[in-house]
T-cell receptor, first 117, second 118 residues
Framework: SAVISQKPSRDICQRGTSLTIQCQVD?????MFWYRQQPGQSLTLIAT?????????ESGFVIDKFPISRPNLTFSTLTVSNMSPEDSSIYLC??????????????FGPGTRLTVT | AQTVTQSQPEMSVQEAETVTLSCTYD???????LFWYKQPPSRQMILVIR??????QNATENRFSVNFQKAAKSFSLKISDSQLGDTAMYFC???????????????FGRGTQLTVWP
């Protein structure tokens, strides 16, 4: 299966600042997604990162707060802007349509644990 | 919107025993996929098993098997010969493919924390 990495693995940030999280895959994939997992909670989809076009955001998430880039088929970034303590979560990227795997299976990166003080 | 319900927040089982985690979902779709993911304390989400809704045969992956009851919209996970390394949060997930595709977003349940004790 593909190797999915995320940077940073964790960070502690001050409120009002921004953090950019990177997701790198070692093969070209069609679909990349960004999820948020708040403490003790399930995963919530933030957006689908589309290669070469604007991301598709889920209800409750907006581009100004969570800008996403996807410059190619192996890389994406998620920025958490103007952070508040409520943004403290684990942020995970996932990918689908990995070469050699079942098309619709999604695989996850190791996550980025963000704490906002 | 699709909903996924896991009614057991926590479960425990003794090593080598069998445990079943329950999951129900609500959808009006006929074509969809179901998954169980495992999230150990290291937080890496690992795909355990998948089931295509159009298949009547229950999926099996080594010690992991599912009981898929489409009419009842139930998708339980059975773990046989439980091992200490099975201790993790288990998430049930539903995926409805986008129109004209086999790809789509996942909807997750709230998870079941499974503890395997010696």
């Amino acid at each position: 299966s593909a190797v999915i990495s995320q940077k940073p693995s964790r960070d502690i940030c001050q409120r009002g600042t921004s953090l950019t999280i990177q997701c790198q895959v070692d093969s070209q994939v069609t679909m990349m997604f960004w999820y948020r997992q708040q403490p003790g909670q399930s995963l919530t989809l933030i957006a689908t990162a589309n290669q070469g076009s604007e991301a598709t955001y889920e209800s409750g998430f907006v581009i100004d707060k969570f800008p996403i880039s996807r410059p190619n088929l192996t890389f994406s970034t998620l920025t958490v802007s103007n952070m508040s303590p409520e943004d403290s979560s684990i942020y995970l990227c996932s990918v689908a349509d990995i070469p050699g795997r079942i098309t619709y299976e999604q695989y996850f990166g190791p996550g980025t644990r963000l704490t906002v003080t | 919107a699709q909903t996924v319900t896991q009614s057991q927040p926590e479960m425990s089982v003794q090593e080598a025993e069998t445990v079943t985690l329950s999951c129900t979902y609500d959808t009006s779709e006929n074509n969809y996929y179901l998954f169980w993911y495992k999230q150990p304390p290291s937080r890496q989400m690992i795909l355990v098993i998948r089931q295509e809704a159009y298949k009547q045969q229950n999926a099996t992956e080594n010690r992991f098997s599912v009981n898929f009851q489409k009419a009842a919209k139930s998708f339980s996970l059975k773990i046989s010969d439980s091992q200490l390394g099975d201790t993790a949060m288990y998430f049930c997930a539903f995926m409805k493919p986008d129109r004209g595709s086999t790809l789509g977003r996942l909807y997750f349940g709230r998870g079941t924390q499974l503890t395997v004790w010696p």
